[in-house]
């Protein structure tokens, strides 16, 4: 018996291990996704000494967050999006508020979808609504957010007029609304196709965690 139960405990931890590898595999590549939507799918918009971007890595953020809930998915944005900061002289002092609001913006939109909506649940409805919902929760805080940090950058950093602050911020909180949108509607309509082929495999379990 003492050689079965540990027999059976170390394959439990062998499976463990595999399925945290996954984890970590998948949360690299929605890193590498959210940098390519970040770096490359953009529109580069001037906001006097600055820039704001149009782009798809808070899409994949979103998508991340979805797939591996709200620690790895708000991970893997907070990854990919600051590496492409970092990379990009134009953006290269945004990196530390880029990891931070990322974090938080995947965190929100994970927890939201699996621990208050839950919506891989089987019993699960209004799937799709719910979903979109999630997604809209995590945007909501980041146009909230980072414009006031902006606002805050050109006010004290740059010693820019209030006038002026105010309406830089405001032309970023624009691109940051637009962003959103491309989140809630790509970002929620790509995970609901990719579930619905493979909700009846474990891959979703796998990804997620055995707490969700």
Request: hydrophobic fraction near 50%.
């Amino acid at each position: 018996p003492i050689l079965f139960y540990t027999k059976s405990v170390h394959k439990e931890n062998k499976v463990m291990k595999n399925k945290q590898v996954f984890r970590i595999t998948m949360t690299a590549l929605m890193a590498a996704m959210c940098y390519v939507g970040f770096s490359y799918i953009k529109f580069d918009i001037p906001v006097g000494p600055t820039w704001t971007t149009i782009h798809l890595g808070n899409t994949f953020c979103a998508l991340a967050a979805l797939l591996l809930g709200g620690v790895y998915g708000g991970a893997a944005g907070a990854i990919g999006m600051s590496i492409g900061d970092l990379l990009d002289p134009k953006y290269v002092l945004y990196a530390p508020r880029t990891i931070l609001l990322k974090m938080l913006m995947g965190f929100i939109i994970g927890t939201v979808a699996h621990k208050v909506f839950k919506i891989t649940k089987e019993n699960t409805k209004k799937r799709s609504l719910k979903v979109y919902l999630s997604v809209a929760s995590g945007m909501l805080v980041n146009i909230m957010i980072e414009p006031c940090i902006n606002w805050l950058f050109y006010k004290f950093v740059l010693n820019a007029p209030e006038k002026v602050a105010t309406a830089f911020a405001g032309v970023k909180f624009l691109s940051y609304t637009i962003n959103a949108v491309f989140a809630i509607i790509i970002g929620g309509t790509i995970y609901l196709a990719v579930y619905s082929r493979m909700k009846n495999s474990t891959v979703f379990k796998d990804m997620l965690g055995e707490k969700y």
